[in-house]
């Protein structure tokens, strides 16, 4: 489990493609000082196991093909930067929200709006994700916890849902320290939305269809 509170960025130094997964190979600074084989690592929001340590200040990490295909990390280069967060410990401060590292969806950024110290970026959200996401809630972007400051209206069917949209206000700490200060128009994000939303609707959707 994770906060959504990125500790550094880190950098891919290798991508190895295989027949049914990819390995990365992340450097970093601060995570890799107590990482150990095994141990959890969020990638992008991504939950992924440490597969080795190589003694170089990295790590390397097996990505299986539904990951790829269900996740941003599908399109990481060598070179990209990336967020990087260890997994709490029971003494840990929860500074952002419950984080599970499971991602449910990938949006795409839609506007960037720069102001004198903060960024209002606008994200597309996929059609089943939407229901999900309430304005002032929490939701994480690429492993970010945020909080939404605006969202488009709910449509009446998921069939309309083309073209919703929430919005973050990003500070300058935010900025600085993620990737979501570099991130353009068109650039695919990874989204995990609260899990306490996708629990209640399980609870709830018996007597919903009663």
Sequence with gaps: MFT???????????????ADSAQLQVHAQ????????GDSVAVNGVCLTVAG????GSFTADVM??????????????????N??????????LGGHIVQGHVDGVGSIVTRTTGER??????????DLGRYVVAK?????????????????????????????FEVSLIPTTLARTTLGFRQPGD??????????????????PALRS
Excluded: F, H, M, Q
């Design 4 to 18: 959504g509170i990125v500790e550094e960025l880190g950098e891919v130094v290798r991508r190895d493609d295989l």
């Design 30 to 37: 601060t995570v890799v000082g107590d990482l150990r084989d």
């Design 53 to 56: 340590l190589p003694g170089d």
């Design 65 to 82: 093909a539904e990951t790829l295909s269900r996740s941003a990390l599908s399109t990481l280069a060598t070179g990209d930067r990336v």
């Design 84 to 93: 990087l967060e260890r997994a709490v410990t029971p003494s840990t401060r």
């Design 118 to 127: 903060w960024d209002v970026v606008r994200i597309g959200l996929p059609p």
């Design 137 to 165: 809630g929490s939701i994480a972007v690429d492993g970010i916890s945020l909080t939404v400051s605006a969202l488009s209206e709910l449509p009446t069917s998921a069939a309309a849902e083309d073209g919703a949209w």
């Design 188 to 205: 695919p994000v990874n989204l995990e939305v609260d899990v306490v939303a996708k629990y209640v609707e399980r609870l709830l959707d």
